[in-house]
């Protein structure tokens, strides 16, 4: 329970543990009402507030298999604790998916971004992640790890499309840690749009769109219960898509919320002229 | 209560904390060091900005114990010999604060915003203070002891 001191707001009591190997951690979270704890930019201030009061904090953030930005056989892979931060100074991420870096580098404020990580803003499920629309766009892979009943650490690999159920739920189980983000497809063709009424605000609305030899991906930020992924593949061609055919699109998958920054139709709006400037972006980069 | 032990403001130190307490309480309380503000509580504000292995972080989201074995460093720390820091005298010289209250966080944002190797614009500057708050509104004379602790710096 937490509770007010004056103005001061205090966290409940909890167990603080850190685990030394993802192995440990990964026993420690079976225990009743444990949380992981990574950046804790999400955690903390959830806690602060009194929407979340675990027992035990089982704190995964200095584990280093879980900083490691790596590619294999032309997959990239980082890990859940790298930081914000970490992600848009990385020159691999840069080259693979530069559209990452550009999302990392627009999240929250300095301070925020050299503690906040990536893995811990996609199992919050924010539907105004920033993060969440580029890995929806990127069309990436979240791997999820927990134990077998031998004690061994298995995989589980869940599409980003998949990953996201409803606000602040995603599919990940409560015996379960998420890993890493891999992405397989090179991207350099990316715009990503977003408004808000100071830099460090959530987005109103965002929009991440990326072109691969794929085709093409849209995330949506704050414009539905949970961050959403929109289809178009049924256009062969982005210069097909005018304005009607972008709002009918769009109509489809949004149900925006309604906040004192503005109403379903303001965020509604700022989504079709959102995705057009993104669409434009890609289209005039050669 | 858990040992932690950690590098404050140059120097080893040992201490004795509770599971869920936040750094900005352990220096303020426990090592009675006042001049971190907690402002917001909520990682807006900013003016309970710390540097952490250098970098600007806010201390009211992390725990005390996420910080074992690594540095910390407050204002405090800053002054070197009795000679005050570039950002510090900056401050000073173009009256970058009003009430004062945000200013140990501007300060320390501002040295960690220093630290890379990029020179800065002014705009650069700004969107490297955009999570410190300033409720006076008195961000430009903040904007321009940055800009002259910068050039102080790469002199």
């Given at each position: 329970?937490?509770?007010?001191?004056?103005?001061?707001?205090?966290?409940?009591?909890?167990?603080?543990?850190?685990?030394?190997?993802?192995?440990?951690?990964?026993?420690?979270?079976?225990?009743?009402?444990?949380?992981?704890?990574?950046?804790?930019?999400?955690?903390?201030?959830?806690?602060?507030?009194?929407?979340?009061?675990?027992?035990?904090?089982?704190?995964?953030?200095?584990?280093?298999?879980?900083?490691?930005?790596?590619?294999?056989?032309?997959?990239?892979?980082?890990?859940?604790?790298?930081?914000?931060?970490?992600?848009?100074?990385?020159?691999?991420?840069?080259?693979?998916?530069?559209?990452?870096?550009?999302?990392?580098?627009?999240?929250?404020?300095?301070?925020?971004?050299?503690?906040?990580?990536?893995?811990?803003?996609?199992?919050?499920?924010?539907?105004?992640?920033?993060?969440?629309?580029?890995?929806?766009?990127?069309?990436?892979?979240?791997?999820?790890?927990?134990?077998?009943?031998?004690?061994?650490?298995?995989?589980?690999?869940?599409?980003?499309?998949?990953?996201?159920?409803?606000?602040?739920?995603?599919?990940?189980?409560?015996?379960?840690?998420?890993?890493?983000?891999?992405?397989?497809?090179?991207?350099?063709?990316?715009?990503?749009?977003?408004?808000?009424?100071?830099?460090?605000?959530?987005?109103?609305?965002?929009?991440?769109?990326?072109?691969?030899?794929?085709?093409?991906?849209?995330?949506?930020?704050?414009?539905?219960?949970?961050?959403?992924?929109?289809?178009?593949?049924?256009?062969?061609?982005?210069?097909?898509?005018?304005?009607?055919?972008?709002?009918?699109?769009?109509?489809?998958?949004?149900?925006?919320?309604?906040?004192?920054?503005?109403?379903?139709?303001?965020?509604?709006?700022?989504?079709?002229?959102?995705?057009?400037?993104?669409?434009?972006?890609?289209?005039?980069?050669? | 209560?858990?040992?932690?032990?950690?590098?404050?403001?140059?120097?080893?130190?040992?201490?004795?904390?509770?599971?869920?307490?936040?750094?900005?309480?352990?220096?303020?309380?426990?090592?009675?060091?006042?001049?971190?503000?907690?402002?917001?509580?909520?990682?807006?504000?900013?003016?309970?900005t710390v540097l952490l292995n250098g970098?600007?972080?806010?201390?009211?989201?992390?725990?005390?114990?996420?910080?074992?074995?690594?540095?910390?460093?407050?204002?405090?720390?800053?002054?070197?010999?009795?000679?005050?820091?570039?950002?510090?005298?900056?401050?000073?010289?173009?009256?970058?604060?009003?009430?004062?209250?945000?200013?140990?966080?501007?300060?320390?944002?501002?040295?960690?915003?220093?630290?890379?190797?990029?020179?800065?614009?002014?705009?650069?500057?700004?969107?490297?203070?955009?999570?410190?708050?300033?409720?006076?509104?008195?961000?430009?004379?903040?904007?321009?002891?940055?800009?002259?602790?910068?050039c102080e710096i790469n002199k």
């Amino acid at each position: 329970m937490s509770w007010i001191k004056g103005i001061k707001l205090l966290l409940n009591d909890f167990v603080y543990k850190a685990p030394r190997s993802l192995n440990e951690a990964l026993k420690l979270i079976r225990e009743e009402d444990a949380k992981v704890l990574a950046g804790g930019h999400s955690l903390i201030p959830l806690m602060k507030l009194g929407f979340a009061s675990p027992e035990s904090l089982i704190d995964i953030g200095k584990l280093e298999e879980l900083q490691a930005i790596e590619e294999t056989n032309g997959v990239l892979t980082v890990g859940s604790c790298v930081s914000y931060r970490a992600l848009f100074e990385s020159e691999m991420v840069k080259s693979y998916v530069p559209l990452l870096s550009k999302v990392a580098s627009q999240v929250g404020d300095p301070q925020v971004r050299a503690r906040g990580t990536v893995g811990g803003s996609l199992v919050h499920g924010d539907p105004a992640s920033d993060i969440a629309g580029a890995i929806l766009a990127l069309d990436a892979t979240v791997e999820l790890v927990s134990l077998n009943g031998k004690g061994d650490i298995v995989k589980r690999k869940v599409p980003a499309r998949e990953f996201f159920v409803g606000f602040l739920e995603t599919v990940i189980e409560d015996d379960e840690i998420l890993h890493s983000i891999s992405f397989k497809n090179k991207c350099h063709k990316f715009s990503f749009q977003k408004i808000t009424r100071r830099e460090q605000d959530w987005a109103i609305v965002g929009v991440a769109v990326a072109q691969s030899m794929h085709g093409i991906g849209i995330g949506l930020v704050n414009l539905a219960s949970k961050p959403v992924y929109l289809d178009i593949k049924k256009y062969e061609d982005i210069s097909e898509l005018d304005p009607e055919g972008v709002s009918l699109l769009l109509d489809s998958v949004i149900d925006p919320p309604a906040d004192i920054y503005g109403d379903a139709e303001y965020r509604r709006h700022l989504a079709e002229v959102l995705l057009l400037r993104c669409l434009k972006e890609i289209k005039e980069t050669t | 209560m858990t040992e932690l032990s950690f590098i404050l403001n140059g120097g080893e130190v040992k201490i004795s904390v509770d599971d869920n307490e936040l750094l900005c309480d352990v220096i303020r309380d426990k090592f009675n060091l006042k001049a971190l503000n907690v402002g917001c509580d909520t990682s807006s504000c900013g003016a309970c900005t710390v540097l952490l292995n250098g970098v600007g972080v806010k201390s009211c989201t992390v725990l005390a114990q996420q910080v074992e074995s690594q540095e910390v460093e407050t204002l405090e720390g800053l002054s070197k010999d009795g000679e005050l820091h570039p950002v510090q005298k900056a401050f000073k010289e173009k009256h970058g604060l009003q009430c004062g209250f945000c200013t140990p966080g501007m300060i320390m944002q501002g040295v960690s915003l220093l630290n890379g190797s990029n020179e800065l614009s002014e705009s650069e500057i700004r969107i490297g203070i955009e999570g410190n708050i300033c409720r006076c509104t008195g961000y430009q004379t903040i904007v321009d002891a940055l800009l002259l602790a910068q050039c102080e710096i790469n002199k």
